[in-house]
């Protein structure tokens, strides 16, 4: 992998469209079960972004961002963390997410409208210091800035990682957070899921630049650009990015070459305005099928095995949605109970008459 600061930048790849090998693999991808492990977790969070999806427009759940063809960018980028950096995610990365410790139901209680997803133990069983999801755009990337220089201050081998879509690299949030990452030489990786399209603004007319990866040379920390659809070349940049950080030598940007195969929520219609032609071309190029292929030639997957594992998805899956269903709403209060660590007075005294409310309604009185 090479990290450049010049105008031009080389994506890393391992793994062409049809999971054939263009360059010497890194020798930790020798581990076949390693990349078996990644493969099982990308077809059980597609399994769940479809079902999630199902879920919103049955009315059981709220307005959701499907991940749909970022799985590589999200499982490699999970994966290759410590268990003890800190994850700051934006709305799209339930996949990083879980492989931090957020189950499903975690996720699915989050777009249910409920704080508790947000809550949530490491793979370790110790309390997650990740972030919650931050819907705001940008915004993420200066906590993850404030996180890194605490661990700079404190002499912690830790890392902040955050991620960003295309479109929020155009906001100042992350152009101060880099520049911030860069001048103080903090331990924190950006990784920008390039999924072509910020809502309806394709990434042709979103930055001049020929990539993203570029923004990295006016903070003065190194720009990588990857395959965001191979995954060996996700977590390879990752891995090396992460150690980089971790060793003193400060940040690193990468930007992950995806494409958005859903809509941008489910509020979304993209066929509005992205050509059918261009999203089935995409789908040649998507991450789940590369690495398939890449396993059977390696003779350790079959259909056999597809089909069980996707048996074993279906009932992951649905034991998760069960586990969200069967979970208590929360009562109206709550609603004051998330934005601040202690209440002002006209607010304590706001919610205190809430809940005299809903016990009056509760027992039969209205008005």
């Known amino acids: 992998m090479t990290f450049t600061s010049k105008s031009a930048v080389t994506q890393v790849q391992y793994l062409d469209d049809?999971?054939?090998?263009?360059?010497?693999?890194?020798?930790?991808?020798?581990?076949?079960?390693?990349?078996?492990?990644?493969?099982?977790?990308?077809?059980?969070v597609r399994t769940y972004d479809?079902?999630?999806?199902?879920?919103?427009?049955?009315?059981?759940?709220?307005?959701?961002?499907?991940?749909?063809?970022?799985?590589?960018?999200?499982?490699?980028?999970?994966?290759?963390?410590?268990?003890?950096d800190v994850y700051v995610p934006y709305y799209r990365d339930m996949p990083t997410m879980m492989m931090r410790g957020a189950s499903m139901a975690h996720n699915l209680l989050y777009w249910g409208g409920s704080e508790r997803g947000s809550y949530f133990n490491r793979p370790d069983g110790a309390l997650s210091e990740d972030?919650?999801?931050?819907?705001?755009?940008?915004?993420?990337?200066?906590?993850?800035?404030?996180?890194?220089?605490?661990?700079?201050l404190r002499g912690e081998r830790r890392v902040a990682v955050t991620s960003i879509g295309d479109g929020g690299t155009s906001k100042g949030d992350f152009l101060e957070a880099i520049n911030c990452a860069g001048a103080w030489q903090l331990p924190c990786v950006f990784v920008i899921n390039n999924n072509q399209w910020a809502i309806s603004v394709p990434r042709a007319i979103q930055c001049g630049?020929?990539?993203?990866?570029?923004?990295?040379?006016?903070?003065?920390?190194?720009?990588?650009?990857?395959?965001?659809?191979?995954?060996?070349?996700?977590?390879?940049?990752?891995?090396k990015a992460l150690e980089r950080a971790r060793s003193g030598k400060g940040a690193t940007l990468i930007e992950a070459v995806s494409y958005r195969l859903s809509d941008h929520t489910t509020a979304d219609d993209a066929t509005r305005y992205r050509p059918a032609e261009e999203v089935n071309d995409a789908w040649k190029r998507e991450p789940v099928k590369r690495l398939r292929q890449y396993l059977h030639q390696q003779g350790v997957w079959n259909e056999d095995k597809e089909l069980a594992w996707q048996s074993e998805c279906n009932q992951q899956v649905q034991a998760a949605v069960e586990q969200y269903l069967a979970t208590a709403k929360e009562p109206p209060e709550?609603?004051?109970?998330?934005?601040?660590?202690?209440?002002?007075?006209?607010?304590?005294?706001?919610?205190?008459?809430?809940?005299?409310?809903?016990?009056?309604?509760?027992?039969?009185e209205h008005g």
Request: hydrophobic share 50%; net charge negative.
């Open 209 to 239: 630049a020929p990539t993203l990866a570029q923004k990295a040379v006016g903070a003065g920390i190194p720009g990588v650009q990857v395959d965001g659809n191979d995954i060996i070349a996700v977590f390879d940049v990752m891995i």
């Open 131 to 152: 972030f919650p999801i931050c819907v705001p755009i940008a915004t993420q990337c200066t906590h993850a800035a404030g996180i890194a220089a605490a661990f700079k």
């Open 18 to 44: 049809e999971g054939n090998v263009v360059q010497p693999l890194p020798a930790w991808a020798d581990d076949l079960d390693l990349l078996i492990n990644f493969y099982k977790n990308m077809v059980l």
């Open 50 to 84: 479809k079902k999630a999806i199902a879920l919103q427009r049955t009315g059981q759940m709220g307005t959701y961002p499907s991940h749909l063809g970022a799985e590589a960018v999200g499982i490699g980028v999970g994966s290759a963390m410590a268990v003890d």
């Open 334 to 364: 709550a609603m004051f109970d998330y934005h601040f660590e202690s209440l002002s007075e006209p607010l304590a005294s706001q919610r205190e008459q809430l809940i005299e409310k809903a016990m009056r309604m509760a027992g039969g």
